[in-house]
């Protein structure tokens, strides 16, 4: 690898060739060459050119204001948030929405924990999802309500059919036991196959 960065820097405009005086002048670009390797693109289309390019990043970065509801996760607890004047949110807000009704808007909210016991207010099916999900399709999502929460949760449904899901059907939090502090370590069961 070494040489390999060595060639490259040999004919960067920093480091320009050096002059060969006994190689003939057409032949002096064959000195210096860009390793290359076998493999190939992947071409999916030609006009516009469309290649398929592999990708990876590892990407660090901070949960901040939203922290106590990952660590909830990982204890088996559902967090939520709840302004001053009781509105409760069930997807957590740091900070209340609404500015223009209430004299609350923009003031911090304080945690709370929500019920693990909700019932669906709507569901969807998902024959397709993010590259996290592509082995899991078909899968189920819902919006949740809880008693005394103004807002709702989305998470995933498992254990049912589609066909067998309903609009009011009570369901139960349940968690991973393994905790990757994700929003996917919640899911819910319908209440009769809680354990």
Aim: hydrophobic share 35%.
């Amino acid at each position: 690898m070494a040489d390999s960065t060595e060639q490259v820097q040999a004919v960067s405009s920093d480091n320009p060739p050096i002059p060969q005086p006994n190689v003939p002048k057409n032949e002096r670009a064959n000195l210096y060459k860009l390793p290359e390797n076998d493999s190939g693109t992947i071409l999916f289309n030609t006009d516009p050119i469309m290649i398929k390019y592999h990708y990876e990043i590892d990407y660090i970065h901070s949960y901040a204001q939203d922290t106590p509801f990952f660590v909830g996760l990982s204890q088996g607890k559902l967090m939520g948030s709840r302004t001053t004047d009781g509105y409760t949110y069930a997807t957590p807000r740091g900070h209340a929405m609404d500015f223009d009704q209430s004299s609350q808007g923009g003031k911090p909210t304080e945690w709370v924990e929500l019920p693990r016991e909700g019932k669906i207010h709507t569901f969807t099916t998902c024959y397709f999802g993010g590259e996290a999900f592509l082995n899991e399709t078909p899968f189920n999502l819902i919006l949740v309500e809880f008693e005394g929460v103004d807002t709702l949760f989305l998470s995933r449904i498992v254990g049912i059919a589609p066909e067998k899901l309903k609009i009011g059907m009570p369901v139960y939090a349940q968690f991973v036991r393994n905790s990757k502090f994700k929003p996917t370590d919640v899911y819910f069961v319908p209440l009769e196959e809680q354990n």
